[in-house]
């Protein structure tokens, strides 16, 4: 009997792969352009990481952000990059969106905004968008490999892609990676467009952890592991000169080291090896304070100390030095001195960060220098693109990500082809 012959692969104009916040707003706007699309991620649910995002609430952009100047807000080696796609998709034409869809929002404080109600309602946006545009979306569904013809079966286009999957193979004209980084593992992170880039000759800039509670290990963190659960604001920088960066924001004690808005925003920048200085008092001269308070007060350092910084903080400081553990009035002020200065300027030096597991985000990714800022299109390989965390390009702590993941996959969807291209 002769062989029966096998099924053609379906054809789509563009296979996305990676059902998170860029690929599905991609996805969207595609279909609605009039391209066929499918969306291919292997987990089982759909945009995990949206759903845990801002305490369930999903912090889903940032009204401050000014694309005149996103490196103010953006880390990577080119942070000028991500300028053109931020600037043509604003958070106001997301907040426009959301508004459309009747979701109530709200401003916590330095322009991030909320949900009212559950993350769910993003995700079922998205969901709705994708529906609106005839969006096929195959999920769970692994993509076993990734191949690229020079010829394209509809005769149309410079080239074609074959992806193979757990349900079977698809050929597409355009191919988008929007599969994220590798924080949060538990929630199904993987290097897969790391690893496409490479295929295909692209550079990655290493990744690692960012916002991410850092540690400090051995003896060094002993004294103040008893401190866990305390938070307070501070002013924390790190870096010298033009690298120097710093914060003012919430400072969270662990048992393992620090956390809290502060330290995930200044893990972005912090390079191992280098120290952190830590104002916990910002804005306070505390050395004028402390002076005052000897000249009139007879209480105990620490008690004075604790009109300043949380008393568990100015009973852990004041512990450890016994020039320190009397009243006031009977310090020396060299010992006063050194009090003040630490507390205005401690340094330290993590030994690490709480890795992929606890980091919001990853840094690092396909290097911008590969990629169309215009269209997210690797300039080496026609109809590659690449989008969200998965570039390198990762934002401040408080909705730059997700803003980042909404305009790169704009600009990368109005510049997909269709067949009336």
Request: include cysteine.
């Amino acid at each position: 009997m002769p062989t029966p012959a096998r099924a053609a692969a379906a054809f789509f104009d563009v296979v996305i792969v990676g059902a998170g916040a860029a690929g599905l707003f991609c996805a969207a706007q595609a279909g609605q352009r009039g391209l066929k699309v499918l969306v291919i991620d292997h987990s089982e649910r759909v945009a995990e990481k949206i759903r845990i995002s801002g305490g369930g609430r999903c912090n889903f952009t940032n009204r401050d952000l000014d694309p005149r100047a996103p490196q103010r807000h953006f880390v990577g080696d080119n942070p000028h990059f991500c300028r053109s796609a931020l600037a043509r998709y604003t958070p106001q034409h997301f907040i426009a969106l959301v508004e459309r869809h009747g979701i109530a929002w709200h401003e916590k404080h330095k322009g991030q905004l909320f949900c009212d109600g559950p993350s769910q309602q993003i995700i079922d946006m998205l969901l709705a968008e994708c529906a609106d545009g005839s969006v096929e979306r195959w999920q769970p569904c692994a993509v076993r490999s990734v191949a690229f013809s020079a010829s394209s079966p509809d005769g149309a286009g410079a080239g074609s892609y074959q992806i193979h999957s757990d349900r079977g193979s698809v050929v597409a004209r355009q191919l988008v990676i929007a599969t994220g980084g590798l924080s949060i593992p538990q929630l199904g992170a993987s290097d897969f467009g790391y690893r496409v880039a490479k295929q295909f000759g692209l550079r990655v800039v290493e990744p690692r952890p960012a916002l991410v509670p850092l540690t400090f290990g051995g003896d060094a963190w002993t004294p103040y592991a008893g401190l866990a659960g305390l938070a307070l604001p501070v002013e924390i920088a790190t870096g010298s000169k033009k690298t120097r960066m710093q914060f003012v924001e919430d400072l969270l004690f662990t048992h393992r080291g620090l956390s809290g808005p502060a330290v995930l925003q200044i893990s972005s920048y912090w390079q191992p090896g280098t120290p952190l200085a830590i104002d916990f008092a910002p804005g306070v001269d505390v050395g004028a304070a402390l002076a005052a308070a000897k000249r009139d007060s007879r209480k105990r350092i620490a008690n004075e100390l604790a009109a300043l910084v949380p008393s568990r903080l100015a009973d852990a400081w004041v512990g450890e030095d016994p020039a320190l553990q009397r009243p006031i009035n009977e310090a020396a002020d060299k010992a006063l001195a050194g009090l003040a200065e630490r507390i205005a300027h401690w340094e330290i030096t993590p030994d690490g960060t709480e890795g992929y597991r606890k980091a919001e985000v990853t840094a690092g990714g396909v290097d911008t220098r590969e990629l169309s800022s215009q269209t997210m299109e690797a300039t080496r390989q026609p109809g590659l693109h690449f989008i969200g965390e998965v570039v390198d390009v990762t934002g401040w702590l408080g909705g730059y990500n997700f803003q980042w993941a909404w305009a790169s996959a704009h600009a990368c969807a109005q510049a997909l082809a269709g067949d009336a291209s």
